[in-house]
């Protein structure tokens, strides 16, 4: 049973950093890819970015490219999301996923951490 544990969350004013980990267990993911998403209030779920396990292949929305970083740690099997010069508009809860390199879908996902960025 995959299982994603998000940790590293926050209150923070803006323009300060943070960095969320993701520890993953359950399964090896080398063919994986894992994301981070998030959810603001009263808005849908969105992607963040992502990173495939093996390549370290990564992408981003728009809207964090040059301020965020994911990453991994294969000996650790966890992710990270460096967050830098944050934004009250990156308020929201983040969370993390996992879904396999042939499918479009995310399948696990975690319980998710509340990231907080004051003005």
């Known amino acids: 049973q995959v299982q994603l544990v998000e940790s590293g969350g926050g209150l923070v004013q803006a323009g300060g950093s943070l960095r969320l980990s993701c520890a993953a267990s359950?399964?090896?993911?080398?063919?994986?890819?894992m994301g981070w998403f998030r959810q603001a209030p009263g808005k849908e779920r969105e992607f963040v970015a992502e990173?495939?396990?093996?390549?370290?292949?990564?992408y981003y929305t728009d809207s964090v490219k040059g301020r965020f970083t994911i990453s991994r740690d294969s000996a650790k099997n966890t992710v990270y999301l460096q967050m830098n010069s944050l934004k009250p508009e990156d308020t929201a809860v983040y969370y993390c996923?996992?879904?396999?390199?042939?499918?479009?879908?995310?399948?696990?996902w975690g319980q998710g951490t509340q990231v907080t960025v004051s003005s």
């Open positions: 359950g399964r090896t993911f080398s063919s994986y890819v």
């Open positions: 990173i495939i396990w093996s390549s370290l292949r990564t």
């Open positions: 996923a996992a879904r396999s390199v042939v499918v479009a879908d995310y399948r696990y």
